[in-house]
């Protein structure tokens, strides 16, 4: 952020613009009902806490409910054109008011911290000079190890040496081994050293001698029979161990047959309860024609008995009458204890569809998966298509590690990116990087270059392409301490003519920046570095 009081306009203000109370451009302007002027927010706030408060120009009382935001003269204020606060350090660029502070999120010549700030370096350097100093001049930049090729803080070089497994050593047991690293020592003191503390090799059937290397052997020599008879106690111990597992494995196996003929059985048992089931649904349904019979004589001879009885019948219908009755009851206590044991049946015959649901269920499942694969691969389709119109280009390059080794060994040497435009109907361009460097840089620098493609209505635009073009490497960090480099196109190079081809011969930076500042500093995160290139559009006609 800059202080209100480092903005220096690019022309005289005029006084509508100043605040009669600081003098200075108003800052969130408020205007005086009474009165009709402006002041700034800040200053009228403090005014009006002193007694009595009047407009300095014409002494008209201000009063808190008579000022109101003034929201076209601050607009008007946001357009005026204003200097670079770091003019004074070489930068002539001028933008709107509005616009400054993103200027100098960017700016060559703001002063930043250094990026290895977390280290220990409390430099603060010009953002044009950062490469500069993260390579020649900062005690903690990452250099690499000269014995394991680590990126280490040059300041902590001699620390990670006494240290380092790569480094030369010797054997701590004052032995005559020389010409190992640190790391080959570990191996040494545990495989070869003869003045190493070893067990005996007979350790693991019981015996307790332990002493240099060197005396293992005569130990073992001396102690033959005594380990003869370790091993051969070990050996009966085994037997026996071997014993009670085969007796383990004896009963795994008889289970293993037991549930077998349980399976077969409740197979067997299934497929009885099904034809039983299957007899039992034509038995209820032959007892229900029964019970409808039996009704229907019921009530047939309910009538009868109503209307044609003689009083000496009476007695014995009534009798016959309470025994068609009972057989009814006993028929439906029948036909409910049927269903009921027809329903247990079912119940058991429900398992056996299980199995089918499972495979079901399986391949609802499937079908989910190729839906996931199907939506991903569309949201991938839609990021290809994508791409910008305002002569900007925002390039994530992700997978850094592979992609270098592919650049190392010659396989890929070099990434284009998406193409962009500088609007619907402008020029169509690109960038091109060697992440292990190109020309000069190569093995040493990150090189980017800026390519001008032919496009669908080059015929329409002006040629030499002449705008100019900044080249940036972004910081992930929030320091926003971005590495940049602009230049203005040579209108003679064959770079910046109109395309006969796919596209031009690139143009750009084989010293960008050096491969250790990518590679050990908030350049690179989770893998991937960004790279931003600007075209400037606005002195730009389309056609």
């Known amino acids: 952020m800059y202080e209100e009081s480092d903005v220096q306009f690019a022309f005289p203000l005029e006084d509508r613009y100043k605040c009669p109370l600081c003098g200075r451009h108003l800052r969130k302007p408020r205007q005086s009902v009474e009165c009709g002027h402006r002041f700034c927010e800040s200053c009228l706030t403090e005014e009006l806490r002193k007694g009595a408060p009047k407009c300095p120009i014409d002494q008209q009382v201000l009063s808190s409910t008579q000022v109101f935001p003034d929201r076209c003269a601050e607009r008007e204020i946001q357009q005026l054109i204003v200097n670079c606060v770091n003019k004074k350090a070489g930068c002539e660029v001028q933008v709107p008011l509005k616009e400054l502070q993103a200027h100098l999120e960017e700016c060559k010549y703001a002063t930043i911290e250094c990026i290895y700030k977390s280290l220990g370096c409390e430099e603060q350097v010009v ?9 020649k001049e900062c005690q903690f930049r990452q250099q690499p190890c000269r014995f394991c090729q680590e990126l280490i803080p040059l300041a902590q070089t001699e620390d990670h040496t006494k240290q380092c497994p790569k480094a030369p050593s010797t054997c701590p047991n004052g032995c005559e081994l020389t010409g190992v690293t640190r790391e080959q020592v570990e191996k040494h003191l545990q495989d070869e050293c003869p003045q190493s503390e070893v067990n005996c090799r007979y350790n693991s059937y019981g015996c307790a001698f332990k002493g240099p290397r060197s005396h293992v052997s005569e130990h073992e020599s001396l102690s033959m029979a005594e380990h003869l008879l370790m091993m051969t106690a070990n050996l009966a111990n085994m037997e026996l161990s071997l014993s009670e597992s ?12 037991l549930l077998k003929n349980t399976v077969t059985q409740q197979a067997n048992e299934i497929s009885s309860l099904r034809q039983k089931a299957e007899k039992q649904d034509g038995k209820i349904a ?4 029964m019970v409808a019979n039996q009704t229907d004589k019921l009530m047939k001879f309910e009538h009868d008995l109503g209307t044609t009885a003689k009083k000496e019948d009476v007695d014995g219908q009534k009798r016959d009458l309470v025994a068609v009755k009972e057989t009814v009851k006993r028929t439906e206590n029948r036909l ?15 398992g056996a569809t299980g199995e089918v649901e499972t495979q079901l269920a399986a391949q609802d499942r499937q079908l989910g998966i190729h839906d996931v694969r199907l939506a991903e691969m569309d949201l991938r389709f839609q990021i290809l298509e994508t791409a910008s119109f305002d002569g900007t280009l925002l390039w994530k390059i992700k997978d850094y590690t592979r992609r270098k080794h592919d650049a190392v060994t010659g396989r890929t040497l070099s990434l284009y990116s998406q193409p962009f435009y500088t609007s619907r109907n402008g020029y169509k361009m690109c960038a091109r990087v060697y992440l292990n460097g190109d020309g000069m840089g190569k093995g040493t620098h990150m090189s980017l270059f800026f390519v001008i493609m032919r496009g669908d209505y080059d015929a329409l635009l002006p040629w030499p392409f002449r ?7 972004l910081d992930q960090d929030q320091g926003r301490r971005h590495l940049s480099d602009t230049f203005r196109p040579d209108p003679t190079s064959s770079s910046f003519k109109r395309p006969t081809s796919d596209m031009n011969i690139a143009s750009g930076c084989p010293l960008f920046v050096s491969q250790a500042v990518v590679e050990g500093s908030p350049y690179l995160k989770d893998d991937t570095i960004f790279i931003k290139v600007i075209v400037e559009t606005s002195d730009l006609v389309g056609p």
């Open 127 to 135: 953002r044009c000079h950062l490469a500069e100093h993260l390579e």
């Open 246 to 257: 085969r007796r383990e494995l004896q009963e795994v196996s008889n289970q293993r047959d």
């Open 286 to 289: 032959s007892l229900q024609k």
């Open 336 to 350: 409910a204890k049927l269903e009921t044991r027809g329903s247990g049946g079912g119940g058991l015959l429900s």
């Open 467 to 473: 705008q100019k073009v900044t080249l940036m490497l």
